[in-house]
Every structure is written in structure tokens, then in C-alpha cells.
């Protein structure tokens, strides 16, 4: 997770008034009707870029206002606000449905309900401006949801709530609303210590291991299992999921332990399910496992740090991502402003090939845009999305000398649709 008192620890202030959609100019309504076309000579699709983060409503609190709805320049990288969606507290973390159709998104709040549960909000999208309409929101089933994915057929919704310690399956409806919650399950387990043994020279920040903190929540390619990062227990669940009932039941090897303190928190899987990459926040680790698509089984092959021998300092790793034709892989080190840049041999295993600043402060997740051509960092504590122009050839990144204004931004998803 992040620094131990810069995240979690916080209290929450109360919910703001009644929110609205708000864009550049003025009320919603106006906004889709007025959103840009291209020009004559334009490219015939339109790339829009979706933004989430923490808002005053939620731990740590932030300065972000909802989503916010910015469309790409495909020449340039460039990033123009076109409107953000205000009715929603703390999106941290947001996915697409696998049609494109449906936007899901957390909000990493305790006070939902009587039950202090999170939530997860369910939005349609205009395929002509990209604009959202909510379509319903509901219980998490535990606090502070960090994660959410959507199961390949579409039918479900899995979420990760970092403090409640649960992981939660949504039945998703026709209408691409979320509908009930077909299983809740709780991870268990000995309390972790606070740092790993192999924690990085001079690092003092920690990771919460006072209990379970489910961080990551998502299937593998095939969507026969549900893998689960517990960065609370340093453990890798993985779940068989019933297609048909949404229920879960502990595959042959239920967990796969990581090493204590290392806090696991994201992971990327080959296309073809059977090379995974699992990112450990506290040490600063990618370790490179097998997975077998028939058992489930992780088989850990390689650990190698996200940081070049000259760091020394306080830092943690956040995000990762496989690129698109995993010759490379890249992690985003917060604390430390970094991004690491490794080479994927063709047996899976990473080489560290270049490292490079954010340019900018906490950097949290990364995304390609649609082209592969530019790397997006959401930069949560200098309020900035920073972008790097990508070298297909080498995998390293240049920065583009572009930043983004935005508030506390923590997550993005891409979509290409059709000009209109």
C-alpha cells in the first residue's frame, strides 16, 4: 500500500453536498452537446482517457474532483479536459467492461453504509462524447476498496477492500448495472512484519500488516481462476470461479506465500496465462513466476528489485505493466519518483535496463496510451499526469516535458471510439 500514514490512517471527513457533472464550461447537458468533433483532416477515432483519484470524501484525502474525461491528441500525447463526473467520492481505482460499453469504478471510503463499507458505481458511456451516466452504486462489502476488475465474460465484478480485508464478487446485469453480491470471502492469516528482510537500503517507509489488505483483485486470461494480492498477509490467493454462480472455491494450491513484509500489490499475466509477474510494494520486488492454467499453481522462477544499485533511500513500488508485446515491463516506484524499466527475456525473466524520474512526485499507476506509443504516470501528491514517448525498439522512455493538471490522480483507463 502506501507510506503507513499517508493513506489508511487518516480519518474521514464528511461527505460534501450534493454533487454535479461538471465540465470546462458549463452544466453536463451543455457539455455533450458541446464536447469537440474532429476537424476535417482529423483522424476518423477519437482516444479518451478516463481519470480517477481521491477526492476530499475518503482517506488520505485529496484534490480531485470525481473522473475526469480528457481526450488524447494521437500525434502529440497531449491530454484536453473535457468534463469530469463529480457524483462519486474517491474513485481511485476505475476498469472498462471487456465491450467497451461500461465504466466501473471503487469509491475508497468507509462510510457507505451502516456496515462502513466502501462502494462500487456502474456507469454507461456515450460512444459519441464520451461522457459518463451513472447507472447505480453499491456496497462493497468492506472498507477502503483499493481494486476492481471485471471478469472476462462480463457477468461479474471483483473487488478488493484494502481495509475490510474481504474480497467481494458483483453479478453484473444486462444493463450493465450491478446487481447482488455472490460471494464475500475473508483472507486469514499469522500477523507479518512490518518490513521485509530484504527491504531496500535505507527505506523507512512501511506497509500496513496488521491484517488482511486484499490490494489487487483479477482473473487470469482464460477466467477459469480469481488471483487476489493480500498485502496485509503477504499472500497470492487464487480462487476457481463458478461462471455460472459467480461462487469461489480455494483452488488446489489455495495461496502461495510471498516473502514476509514484501507486501504484495499488483500483478500483469502473459497473454497466454502462464507467465506471471507479481509486484511487492515494501521491497521494491518483481518476482517472475509460472502459472499452470490446469491447477492454478504459482511457481516462483526469479525475484529482482525495481530500484538500480545507487539508489538508497525510502521508497515503494506501485505499479506495473507489461507491454504490449511483453518485451518489457515497467514499475513505477513511489517515494523514490521512478520508473524501472526491464527487458523480458524469452523465458520470462527481467534484466533492469534503465530507470528514469517521473518528473514529477508519488508516481501510482501506469498506462499505455491505445497506440503503445506513450506511457502515462498518475503522479497522486504533485496532482500531475506525466507522459513518456516509448521507444518500441529498446523499451526505455523519454519524457515528454507534458504535464497534466489534475488532482490527486491515482488511475486511468483508455477507450478509442468512432468520431462522430
Not at 68 to 80: H, I, S, W
Request: proline share 6%.
Amino acid at each position: 500500500m502506501t507510506h503507513s500514514l499517508s493513506r489508511r490512517l487518516f480519518g474521514l471527513g464528511g461527505m460534501a453536498g450534493a454533487l454535479v457533472v461538471t465540465t470546462n464550461a458549463a452544466s453536463a447537458a451543455d457539455d455533450t452537446a458541446k464536447a469537440p468533433t474532429p476537424s476535417e483532416g482529423q483522424p476518423k477515432e477519437r482516444t479518451f482517457c478516463y481519470v480517477g483519484g481521491y477526492t476530499k470524501h475518503g482517506p488520505p484525502g485529496g484534490n480531485g474532483d470525481g473522473i475526469t474525461v480528457f481526450e488524447m491528441d494521437r500525434k502529440t500525447g497531449g491530454l484536453t479536459s473535457l468534463m469530469t463526473f463529480t457524483d462519486i467520492a474517491s474513485p481511485s481505482y476505475i476498469v472498462l467492461s471487456p465491450d467497451r460499453r461500461f465504466l466501473y469504478a471503487v469509491s475508497e471510503i468507509d462510510d457507505f453504509d451502516a456496515t462502513h463499507s466502501g462502494s462500487v458505481t456502474a456507469f454507461s458511456i456515450n460512444h459519441s462524447t464520451g461522457a459518463l451516466t451513472k447507472l447505480n452504486t453499491v456496497a462493497s462489502g468492506g472498507a477502503n476498496p483499493a481494486h476492481l476488475s471485471v471478469h472476462p465474460s462480463g457477468r461479474y465484478v471483483f473487488v478488493a477492500n484494502y481495509t475490510g480485508g474481504t474480497v467481494g464478487v458483483l453479478h453484473v446485469l444486462a444493463d450493465g448495472s450491478l446487481g447482488r453480491m455472490t460471494e464475500l470471502v475473508h483472507n486469514s492469516g499469522p500477523r507479518m512484519p512490518d518490513r521485509a528482510a530484504d527491504n531496500p537500503s535505507g527505506n523507512f517507509a512501511i506497509s500496513d500488516h496488521s491484517s488482511a489488505h486484499p490490494h489487487m483483485v483479477k482473473s487470469d486470461p482464460s477466467g477459469k481462476y480469481v488471483l487476489v494480492m493480500d498485502a496485509g498477509l503477504d499472500r497470492v490467493y487464487v480462487w476457481n470461479i463458478n461462471s455460472n454462480t459467480g461462487k469461489l472455491t480455494p483452488a488446489a494450491v489455495p495461496f502461495t506465500p510471498m516473502t514476509p513484509g514484501s507486501a504484495p500489490r499488483h500483478f500483469e499475466f502473459g497473454a497466454d496465462g502462464k507467465k506471471l509477474y507479481l509486484l511487492c510494494e515494501q521491497d521494491s520486488k518483481v518476482v517472475v513466476a509460472d502459472f499452470d492454467p490446469k491447477t492454478g499453481k504459482i511457481s516462483p522462477q526469479q525475484s529482482v528489485s525495481s530500484l538500480t544499485a545507487h539508489f538508497h533511500g525510502s521508497t515503494l513500488a506501485a505499479g506495473i505493466l507489461l507491454s504490449p508485446d511483453e518485451h518489457f515491463l515497467y514499475v513505477s516506484n513511489r517515494l523514490g519518483d521512478s520508473l524501472a524499466v526491464f527487458q523480458v527475456a524469452q523465458d520470462g525473466s527481467l534484466t533492469l535496463v534503465d530507470e528514469i524520474w517521473t518528473h514529477a512526485d508519488y508516481g501510482r499507476a501506469l498506462m499505455f496510451d491505445p497506440s503503445g506509443s506513450y506511457l502515462y504516470v498518475a503522479n497522486q501528491r504533485s496532482d500531475s499526469i506525466t507522459s513518456f514517448r516509448v521507444d518500441k525498439t529498446t523499451g526505455k522512455i523519454s519524457f515528454t516535458w507534458d504535464f497534466t493538471p489534475i488532482g490527486s490522480p491515482t488511475c486511468f483507463e483508455f477507450l478509442t471510439l468512432p468520431a462522430a
